[in-house]
Each structure stands twice: as C-alpha cells, then as structure tokens.
C-alpha cells in the first residue's frame, strides 16, 4: 500500500508559477512509476506528465509545451511538477499517481493522492 500527499498548490496569477509535490508514504517509492494528471471543473481527469522510476524517462502532455517540469527525488519519496508560465486553463485539482509501469492512462495507475487544487487568476 502507498499513500501519496500532495502539496504547493494555491492561487497565482496568469504567468506565474507554482511547484507540486508529491510525497509518498512507505519505503518502495523507486519501485513506482510517477505520473500527475489534472481534472477541471466540468472536465475529465486528464495527464499532464510522468516520470519512470530512476527519471530517466520523462513522458508530457501537448499542453504542457515546455512549460512544466516533472522530477522525481528517490531518497525523499517525493515527486514535484514545476510549472511556470501559468495560465487561466491550468486551474484544476492536481492529482499525483504511483503505478508499475509508465504510462500516460490514468486507469493504469494503481494509487492516487487526494488531489492540491491550483487556480490561476487572469
């Protein structure tokens, strides 16, 4: 079982930035595949970006378009998300996810943090 918390969101102007964490709870966290993936209000959950055990492969949605930053810190149990440039369309809940293989399909991850809500102001 592995239990993920996530923290760092909040409010923040257009073009601003922000970085999440993610820290889970256990000591397998390097056996686990990393993903973020948000929801909007209205809208599906949708994946934002993931990260494979070791970092070495790093998989990002179209919107982020070199605008957020996944990483990953192994002997602390926590992965962030970097992002900067925010922009009104980014507000959403943030949601951090472990599985054991990297992928992009939010169903294949086999535990989910409750969530950090993000909201951009124009």
């Known amino acids: 079982q592995v239990q993920l918390v996530e923290s760092g969101g909040g409010l923040v102007l257009h073009g601003g930035s922000l970085r999440l964490s993610c820290t889970a709870s256990g000591r397998t966290f390097s056996s686990y595949a990393m993903g973020w993936f948000r929801r909007a209000p209205g809208n599906v959950r949708e994946f934002v970006a993931a990260?494979?055990?070791?970092?070495?492969?790093?998989y990002y949605t179209d919107f982020v378009n070199g605008r957020f930053t996944i990483s990953r810190d192994n002997a602390k149990n926590t992965v962030y998300l970097q992002m900067i440039n925010l922009k009104p369309d980014d507000t959403a809940v943030y949601y951090c996810?472990?599985?054991?293989?990297?992928?992009?399909?939010?169903?294949?991850?086999?535990?989910w943090g409750q969530g950090t809500q993000v909201t951009v102001s124009s």
């Open positions: 996810a472990a599985g054991s293989v990297l992928t992009t399909r939010g169903r294949l991850y086999d535990y």
């Open positions: 990260i494979s055990r070791s970092g070495d492969n790093i």
